[in-house]
């Protein structure tokens, strides 16, 4: 995991509680904002694996042009 990884799955925690307490307590604008922010953290997590995917592809194929 990459530190985008990692704070996209921080992100994503946070929205998640922020739109379970929103609900809890009946605030539609913490929920909204929950849900965003879970949606946020969803999106730099997949670009963070997807940068990871690409380094690791770069890397194999100079390992494979060494040969």
Known sequence: MNKDEMKGKAHELK???????????ANPSLEDEGASERTHGVVEGKLG???????EAIKDLGTAIKK
């Open 15 to 25: 929205g998640r509680l922020k739109e379970a307490v929103g609900v809890a307590t």
């Open 49 to 55: 694996e997807a940068r990871r995917k690409v380094g």
